[in-house]
């Protein structure tokens, strides 16, 4: 049999997580994460972590696995994962990769292009002007030295903004100058599920999950971590909102209703991106039966 990537993709707080462990029960095999905060340890509540429980019923990789200090990205997590990917088809024919973090998921699917590493003194410099002069600043400087990128960016996304100001003042070039976009060709069949359902439904149990998760322990998770809040592993829904709670800037309350907010607007960003690969097959979380008779239909020998 043709070794079988299977991607379960979908929106924050839709299933993900409980739907792979199914699968890799009844196609006995394991789970690659690919999210970018749960591989960082001392941040399970708020990251959704799976239980003891539920990671005892099948073999997990990349969650806490590296420490918040780590300057981990998807180009990183891209060469960690096809290490994982072939060593795990020495011994299965199937594995299951899932996770939220589209950019992660589409390293492993197709590729990251090549880039300069990172320059620690201007990125700090980025860092400061972004705090001291705000996010316009960023924009008109890429306007000024990456017209093409300044077309394409999220330009309410400051860190996608100083990554591309960083190389640009490293290398004199653009940035648009290095994304061939090209996909990579991998050594294995993949073979793409997402998870979809109606909008007020994925809503509210968004809005379930993270009184949850208050119930859970998030703010103590929080206030553990809270001295090392300027990492960029901390810049991340659920505990930036309760940062400001700590720092006096909101009220409790009002930091619960901005993490809801917050990931409810996450998980609409993370449709309108899967919405784009037409390679996704869509399904509901509760048609178990429906995705193993479609995957195995497509298990190619």
């Known amino acids: 049999m ?8 979908g929106p924050t707080g839709i299933g993900k997580s409980s739907l792979s462990i199914k699968l890799a029960k009844h196609f006995q095999t394991e789970i690659l994460s ?45 060469t ?43 990125r700090k410099k980025l860092t400061d002007d972004f705090e001291e002069k705000g996010i316009e600043h960023l924009r008109l400087k890429l306007k000024q030295l990456d017209a093409a990128y300044y077309q394409q960016v999220d330009l309410k996304n400051p860190k996608r903004l100083i990554r591309a100001l960083e190389v640009c003042l490293m290398t004199g070039k653009p940035y648009s ?12 069949n993949i073979l793409k599920i997402g998870l979809n359902m109606e909008r007020e439904k994925l809503y509210n149990q968004i809005n379930q999950r993270v009184d949850q998760m208050m119930e859970a322990g998030l703010e103590e998770e929080a206030r553990s971590i809270y001295p090392f809040k300027h990492l960029n592993s901390l810049n ?4 930036k909102e309760l940062f400001a709670y700590f720092n006096g800037e909101v009220s409790m309350e009002k930091a619960v209703e901005l993490i809801k907010r917050n990931t409810r607007r996450y998980a609409r960003k993370q449709l309108t991106w899967l919405r784009k690969d037409q390679d996704i097959h869509w399904f509901e979380p509760h048609q178990l039966k429906e995705i193993i008779t479609f995957v195995a239909q497509n298990l190619t020998a």
């Not at 972590?49 to 918040?68: D, F, G, K, N």
């Open 236 to 239: 991340t829904v659920g505990y």
């Open 2 to 9: 043709e070794k079988t990537l299977l991607v379960v993709q």
């Open 80 to 122: 960690d994962a096809l290490d994982l990917i072939a060593k795990c088809f020495d011994k299965l024919d199937v594995l299951i990769m899932t996770g939220g973090s589209m950019l992660y998921v589409d390293a492993v699917c197709k590729g990251i292009d090549e880039q300069p590493d990172v320059d620690l003194e201007i």
């Open 177 to 188: 100058s290095f994304r061939k976009e090209i996909t990579k060709k991998r050594p294995f």
């Open 34 to 78: 690919a999210d970018s905060r749960q591989l960082f340890r001392g941040l399970s509540i708020g990251t959704a972590v799976p239980t003891p429980e539920e990671l005892s019923q099948a073999p997990h990789h990349l969650i806490h696995s590296h420490s918040i200090h780590d300057d981990y990205n998807a180009s990183r997590f891209e």
